[in-house]
């Protein structure tokens, strides 16, 4: 899963042109699709130390 680069510096709070900046001094990762330039989620929560948003796997609710 990817988000653009745009939602990317939404979600830290930066402009747009800061977020292309950091990207390019590869300080937020990311994917080249043709054109685009995009930011894989897994590799942008790892960078925050914080897991993809998602479902929970093997959840049981919190039963032990």
Do not use: K, W
Request: proline content about 8%; aromatic content about 4%; charged content about 25%.
């Amino acid at each position: 899963m990817t988000i653009t680069v745009e939602e990317a510096a939404e979600m830290l709070g930066i402009s747009r042109t800061s977020a292309y900046l950091c990207a390019s001094r590869h300080e937020i990762p990311t994917v080249r699709l043709g054109r685009r330039v995009l930011v894989p989620v897994a590799r942008f929560m790892a960078m925050l130390d914080q897991e993809p948003p998602g479902p929970e796997l093997g959840d049981d609710g919190g039963a032990a």
